[in-house]
């Protein structure tokens, strides 16, 4: 990565236990994707990605041209745990809808996202995710997107920490890294 970050420890989490360390002191910052309050915290914004409707390339939604609504809501929805950032867009978006999860036919919920790629891949479901984790499987085919109908949400990915932080320059200049690196995948 670089020399100057030799001691990083990385934690998988969701945004709601990810916020909850930052706010306990038990981690110096986070990579959250999810809603947080802006006002509660100093982040600095590391990548933009379009969140989006998946499944696999043999799901019949998969030979539609565009699909609505309605028309995923006939199928179990491959779901990540209540806290996860991911959830909460999608739950955020639904309510817009007047709709909840509750009105797929089956809910399916784990605990990270390679699990529900690896569902997905088995033909078990449809997901919504970040574009940018799927390159591979949709280069291969072996997963599709969805164009799903009057459904367009971006989202940031943002590294969070305390207000006033002593640090703030240091993640800047981590901040800084890991753009670099996500520029050149």
């Not at 914004?45 to 409707?53: C, L, Q, T």
């Not at 309605?70 to 491959?78: K, M, R, T, V, W």
């Not at 164009?147 to 969070?160: E, G, P, Q």
């Amino acid at each position: 990565m670089n020399d100057r970050f030799t001691d990083l420890n990385c934690l998988v989490a969701n945004t709601d236990r990810i916020l909850s360390q930052i706010d306990n002191g038990q981690i110096e910052f986070g990579l959250v994707e999810g809603n947080f309050n802006l006002a509660d915290y100093d982040y600095i914004p590391i990548f933009k990605d379009r969140f989006v409707a998946i499944c696999n390339s043999k799901n019949p939604l998969a030979e539609l041209d565009t699909v609505t609504l309605q028309d995923c809501l006939q199928s179990p929805l491959l779901l990540r745990e209540a806290g996860s950032g991911t959830r909460s867009i999608l739950e955020n978006w639904l309510g817009t809808m007047n709709r909840s999860v509750d009105d797929f036919a089956k809910v399916i919920t784990v605990g990270d996202m390679a699990t529900i790629m690896g569902l997905l891949e088995s033909n078990l479901g449809i997901s919504f995710m970040y574009h940018a984790l799927l390159p591979q499987q949709l280069e291969q085919h072996r997963l599709k997107e969805l164009h799903l109908a009057d459904f367009t949400i971006t989202r940031t990915l943002s590294m969070v920490f305390q207000k006033q932080s002593y640090y703030e320059k240091q993640y800047q200049q981590l901040a800084a890294v890991i753009k670099q690196i996500l520029a050149h995948q």
